[in-house]
């Protein structure tokens, strides 16, 4: 069955990088889009960054550009979430989940997530 | 502050109807289709509802959904101790080139 299973989540000081990975299995990686969505403790759901099939499109929440890249290893099947300039207000469960198509589309969704991985940015 | 509007919580004894509205603009549900996702305590969310209306199997269809012009809303009939989770809806932005959700609402089962 479809499995994503998060990691590389931990306790970073601001302004220190951080890289999340995202193994899949159970699917063809390559026949879809993924995504990063991200839950700050006692907020809601923020979508982060989604990258088509093949790695040539990327998209991202307008405030995380530039400091964040998402980027995919289809021999891997893994996604990952490169984090630069870490800030506290990072601090959140990072989800990673599937999207239902393999390009990014608007009609579209995310079928299935990982469990997350918890990111904490202190001193 | 959300680009799609939700009420921040909803609640309902068992058996009863509730609704939860999520509104947002031209440029998100205005324009494309609206997904709900239901995130129950310690789990991963979960997709309730797809492209407006539709109900991926083995979500039961005591959950419905619509959306008209810039608003969309979520139907649960026949509330069960169960449904106590926080929900949410997304849609795509054309403006903000992403996927935008609402802030969620928590439902309490009284």
């Known amino acids: 069955q479809v499995r994503l299973v998060e990691s590389g989540g931990g306790v970073v000081q601001p302004g220190r990088s951080l890289r999340l990975s995202c193994a899949a299995s159970?699917?063809?990686?390559?026949?879809?889009?993924m995504h990063w969505v991200r839950q700050a403790p006692g907020k809601g759901l923020e979508w982060v960054a989604v990258?088509?099939?093949?790695?040539?499109?990327?998209y991202y929440a307008d405030p995380l550009k530039g400091r964040f890249t998402i980027s995919r290893d289809n021999a891997k099947n893994t996604v990952y979430l490169q984090m630069n300039s870490l800030r506290p207000e990072d601090t959140a469960l990072y989800y990673c989940?599937?999207?239902?198509?393999?390009?990014?589309?608007?009609?579209?969704?995310?079928?299935?997530w990982g469990q997350g991985t918890l990111v904490t940015v202190s001193s | 502050q959300s680009v799609l509007t939700q009420p921040p919580s909803a609640s309902g004894t068992p058996g009863q109807r509730v609704t939860i509205s999520c509104s947002g603009s031209?440029?998100?549900?205005?324009?494309?289709?609206i997904n709900w996702y239901q995130h129950l305590p310690g789990m991963a969310p979960k997709v309730l509802i797809y492209g407006n209306d539709q109900r991926p199997s083995g979500v039961p269809d005591r959950f419905s959904a619509s959306k008209s012009g810039t608003s969309a809303s979520l139907a649960i009939n026949g509330l069960q101790s169960e449904d106590e989770a926080d929900y949410y809806c997304?849609?795509?932005?054309?403006?903000?080139?992403?996927?935008?959700f609402g802030g969620g609402t928590k439902l309490t089962v009284l």
């Open positions: 990258i088509s099939y093949d790695g040539r499109n990327t």
């Open positions: 997304a849609a795509w932005d054309d403006s903000l080139n992403g996927w935008v």
């Open positions: 159970g699917f063809t990686f390559t026949n879809y889009a």
């Open positions: 989940a599937r999207d239902r198509n393999v390009m990014v589309v608007a009609a579209s969704f995310f079928d299935y």
């Open positions: 031209t440029s998100n549900i205005g324009s494309n289709t």
